[in-house]
C-alpha cells in the first residue's frame, strides 16, 4: 500500500509564474489536508478537504491561493503569481474517513523555491 | 487566536539523558496528536491522545494529556541518538488541527 504521495518533490518559479502541487492520498483515504512549514518553523494548517468539497479553508490566504480534491484524480494546491515569500515546504496529509479523530498520513512533501 | 506553544524550542541532550517537551494551548483541546520528524524529513504520527488525564506509553517515551485538555507532554527516557529530530504537538479545536512550533531535540553521543 503505497503512502502519501507528493509531486513534484522540489518546484521552483519565478516571481509571478504559478506553482501546481499534487497530492495523491493513500488507498481508502478520503480526507486530505494541506500545511505550509516555513524553515525553522512548525507546520501550518491551510486547507481541509474530502472530495469534491473543502471542508475548512480557514488557513488559506485570501488571494493567489486554492485548493481542490476533485472525485478523480489527486489533490491540487494552486499558487498564482507567486512571491519569495511563498518559498516554503508544503506538506499534505491523509486520513481515512473518520477525518479528525484518526492520525494523519504525511507525504515527503513539496519544496517551493521562488527565485 | 488559537495558539499551541512549545517549549523549549531547542533541546541538546547527552545520549542517556532524559528530555521533555511541553505543549500549551490557549484553549481547550479535542484531542492531541504528537508528531516527530526528522531533519528533511516529513512528520510522522506518533500517538494520539483524548481523554482528560490520559498517559500513554511507548517504550522509552510517556504522553501525558493535561486534566484541563490544554496541555501536554512527551517524555523520553535514557535518549537515543536515533531520537534525534524535531517533535510536534498538535492540538484539535473544531475542524483545525493546530500544530505546535516543535521543540528540536539534539542527542549528543
Known amino acids: 500500500n503505497a503512502g502519501v504521495m507528493q509531486n513534484p518533490r522540489h518546484l521552483v518559479r519565478r516571481r509571478g509564474q504559478e506553482a501546481r502541487l499534487r497530492c495523491s492520498p493513500m488507498k481508502g483515504h478520503s480526507h486530505v489536508y494541506w500545511y505550509r512549514q516555513l524553515p525553522e518553523e512548525g507546520l501550518k494548517f491551510m486547507v481541509y478537504l474530502q472530495k469534491e468539497n473543502i471542508i475548512d479553508e480557514s488557513g488559506m490566504p485570501k488571494e493567489r491561493f486554492s485548493a481542490e480534491f476533485p472525485k478523480e484524480g489527486p489533490s491540487i494546491l494552486r499558487i498564482q503569481q507567486v512571491v519569495r515569500g511563498d518559498s516554503a515546504a508544503y506538506f499534505c496529509?491523509?486520513?481515512?474517513?473518520?477525518?479528525?479523530?484518526?492520525?494523519?498520513?504525511f507525504g515527503p512533501g513539496t519544496r517551493l523555491t521562488v527565485l | 487566536g488559537q495558539q499551541v506553544m512549545q517549549i523549549p524550542q531547542y533541546q541538546h541532550v547527552q545520549e542517556g539523558e532524559d528530555f521533555t517537551t511541553y505543549c500549551n494551548s490557549s484553549t481547550t483541546l479535542s484531542n492531541i496528536q504528537w508528531y516527530k520528524q526528522r531533519p528533511g524529513g516529513h512528520p510522522v504520527f506518533l500517538i494520539q491522545l483524548v481523554k482528560s488525564g490520559e498517559v500513554k506509553k511507548q517504550k522509552r517515551l510517556t504522553f501525558q494529556f493535561g486534566e484541563a485538555k490544554k496541555n501536554s507532554s512527551l517524555h523520553i527516557t535514557a535518549t537515543q541518538t536515533t531520537d534525534v529530530g524535531t517533535y510536534f504537538c498538535?492540538?484539535?479545536?473544531?475542524?483545525?488541527?493546530?500544530f505546535g512550533t516543535g521543540t528540536s531535540l539534539t542527542v549528543i553521543p
Open positions: 496529509a491523509s486520513s481515512p474517513p473518520a477525518g479528525w479523530n484518526n492520525e494523519q498520513f
Open positions: 498538535a492540538g484539535r479545536t473544531g475542524n483545525q488541527f493546530y
